[in-house]
């Protein structure tokens, strides 16, 4: 069974700041999407990493993908209020033509003054 | 396009009474997808179809739950009886994979938001 795990669960960072969520998957996959959901909102979708080595950027995210080591990352480079919101990854199994995505736990990001 | 459209964006009724959520996927679009939201499980997939035809239900919880899709317009989830463990947030998405895993996306309506009292 396909899991997918995020790490942090929660972080608080200053504006200005860097960092990087990450999220791991137990079995091979070759999508991974990522979405931001606001408070209270529907999911908005971000990226989408189809290969290995794929790297995306969008503003002040960028989104990459280790398909060997079966890990995304998500970069947030000078972090501003704006990008408050809950972030998930979620992936499809590899070989799996249904489309199901399985969703990571979410990293709710808090970027303070 | 108006996106995934969902009603009633909020529903609040008591235990044991019917619920029916609407989900009008966004035109063109072949898969359609539920979903459940809380706090506890994060998201799960409760049942997808393509052109009209279930897939996969799996994730349906129990007997109580059933969906339906009498067209390429149009789905509903419902639950009879509802019980307090089924307040949740319940999003509808559509995608049209098209030629590729690049056009696959999956677009999230607003959600319904359902509290059984």
């Known amino acids: 069974e396909l899991k997918v795990e995020q790490n942090p669960l929660f972080l608080s960072m200053q504006e200005g700041k860097n960092y990087t969520i990450y999220c791991n998957y137990s079995?091979?996959?070759?999508?991974l999407y990522w979405y931001r959901q606001d408070p209270g909102k529907s999911l908005e979708s971000l990226f989408v990493?189809?290969?290995?080595?794929a790297v995306k950027q969008e503003g002040r995210l960028m989104a990459s993908l280790d398909t060997k080591a079966r890990l995304s990352t998500l970069h947030i480079t000078a972090a501003v209020h704006d990008l408050s919101a809950t972030y998930f990854c979620a992936v499809v199994p590899w070989m799996d033509s249904s489309y199901k995505l399985i969703f990571g736990s979410g990293t709710r990001l808090l970027v303070r003054p | 396009d108006a996106g995934v459209i969902q009603s009633p964006r909020h529903e609040v009724t008591e235990m044991g009474q019917e619920v029916t959520l609407r989900c009008k996927p966004i035109?063109?679009?072949?898969?359609l997808f539920w979903y459940r939201q809380t706090m506890m499980r994060g998201l799960e997939l409760l049942i997808y179809?393509?052109?009209?035809?279930?897939?996969?239900d799996s994730g349906m919880p129990e007997d109580r739950f059933s969906a339906k899709m009498p067209n390429a317009s149009f789905s509903t989830l419902k639950i009879q009886p509802s019980e307090p463990r089924d307040s949740a947030v319940y999003f509808c998405?559509?995608?049209?994979?098209?030629?590729?895993?690049?056009?696959?996306?999956?677009?999230f309506g607003p959600g319904t938001r359902l509290t059984v009292l």
């Open positions: 990493l189809l290969s290995n080595g």
């Open positions: 179809f393509n052109n009209n035809v279930p897939i996969d």
């Open positions: 998405a559509s995608s049209h994979p098209g030629q590729g895993a690049a056009t696959d996306t999956q677009y």
């Open positions: 035109s063109g679009h072949d898969y």
């Open positions: 079995t091979t996959s070759d999508r």
